[in-house]
């Protein structure tokens, strides 16, 4: 039961990483209604940047991340500017194609400007079990996750308010709902997307700078993304609350399905069928298979706008 | 206060849908915008409030005054600034925010205080207190006519001296569209707020309204004080399907005749 334990709470955390990633593409999912091909570029040209500047400058983490958040705001304005603007009143696909096209183009300059090999990062977090919780409960908590998972609570806490308190966040929600709508109201959609790309800017620092610190700032960050997916589709695109539950239940089940699964299933074909296979390695493809099974019996995700049909 | 010259606007670049419209909205007034399917309204009042960019429309010729000066070329965001609000047709609420989110992004371009955007608020539900009841419920999940409440309402949040009001009476049984049009005139008469209102529903908007433009295939085939063209018998006929002689029929030589004649 403790290794039960410790298998589900160690997967909760690391479901936190994937939700941090997942938001990101919510954020400008809800705003603009374009998946955002290029948020795994984000996320690591946030940690390359960050990593690049502690190096050049020496600068500490309270230096750098204020400068590389100033990067990603310039960012996001640039996007609006240069991508988003020419673009508008173009059908969903184009705009997602320039996203596809964005996201070389950020993982170029990445990796141009401060080089390709891999590099450490440091927030000075330990990936080590937390000693008094494993005194009193005999678990072993990694004290890197559980860090990562208050953050991301954080940022998830903040995002609430300013989604559901703020005139901005209003307006952005609005935005989302009906754009016409929203010019005709006088809310200047350029203004709103600059600030939404910004948001995503700012969430996909975070994320890299916990992911960078996890895995080392390498050009494998860009994959995160992809693990953001399944997420998206249990907890609905347009979800932030979506995007945690998401990342909470493909974290926890894809660990135990780890543990677990393969000694079940083994065990099983065995038995009745005669069959030996290896199943090891499930939790490569498990939260997949997790969404496809989803995508067919929930499309629009647990958390998803349904679409609200009235005459 | 607002003005319309001899304006064409083409959609894609070659579809001509307004050819030469030309009118205007004194301050204080209620001016009702008529005709029938495709005969080019909404087209004027987006061409008026600048979304017609955001749908590939263009004003190609003529100009658009809103107190003395040129808007042609304003955002709609710094219309709304000015107090041109435009209540789209169809309402247009945010469907996933409540009710009374929908009224405060309204304000949106208002630097005002809290307090005082709290008293506007209030203002809104003493016109229409059904939204007050409402006003926690998603917007999307509420009657066609406290949708569009809910979209005057909106657009009162902004503090305009104009709306450009849509079809209001579009969907809406009988006694809704009287109880909005009453509205209307309560906020024409009382807060001095301007209306150019695009209707079909010729019949009521003419009673509501001081004047009238009936539009027709991009152009205006006819205009006068409210009173006269409800008293018309061309209007009286093709609007109201009435005549001295009784209903009739759309096919009608007679009728054909005379939209010729207006045509022309
Ligand atoms: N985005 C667009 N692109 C191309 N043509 C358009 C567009 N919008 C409107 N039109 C055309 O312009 C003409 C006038 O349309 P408009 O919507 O202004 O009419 P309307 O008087 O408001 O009609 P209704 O009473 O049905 O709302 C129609 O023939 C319509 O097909
Ligand atoms: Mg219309």
Redesign the pocket.
Known sequence: MQFFFEVLIGGLLAGVMYSLVALGFVLIYKASGVFNFAQGAMVFLAALTFVGLQEKFGLPLWGAFPLTLGVMVLLGIGIERVVLRPLVNQPQITLFMATIGLAFFLEGVAQLVWGTEVRRLDLGLQDEPIESVMERFNLLISKFDLVAALVAGLLVAVLAVFFNKTRIGRALRAVADDHQAALAVGIPLKQIWAIVWSVAGFVALVAGLLWGARNGVQFALTFVALKALPVLILGGFESVLGAIVGGLIIGASEKLAEVYLPSLMSDFLLKHYDISINLAGIEGWFAYMLALVFLLVRPEGLFGERHIDRV | MLAINNIEVI??HV?L?LKGVSLEVPQGRIVALL??????????LKAISNLLRS???EVTKGSIEYKGERIDRSSPSELVRRGVVQVM?GRHCFQHLTVEENLLTGAFTRSASRAQIAQDLEKVYAYFPRLKVRRKSQSGYTSGGEQQMTAIGRALMAQPNMILLD?PSMGLAPQVVEEIFEIVKDLNSKEGVSFLL?E?NTMVALRYANYGYI?EN?RVVMEGDAENLRTNEDVKEFYLGLSSAGRKSFRDAKHYRRRKRWLA
């Not at chain 2, 005709?35 to 004027?44: C, E, H, Y």
């Open positions: 959609y894609d579809i849908v005709g029938g399917n495709g005969a080019g309204k909404t087209t004027t749908e590939r429309g047709e079809e695009a079909q539009l991009g």
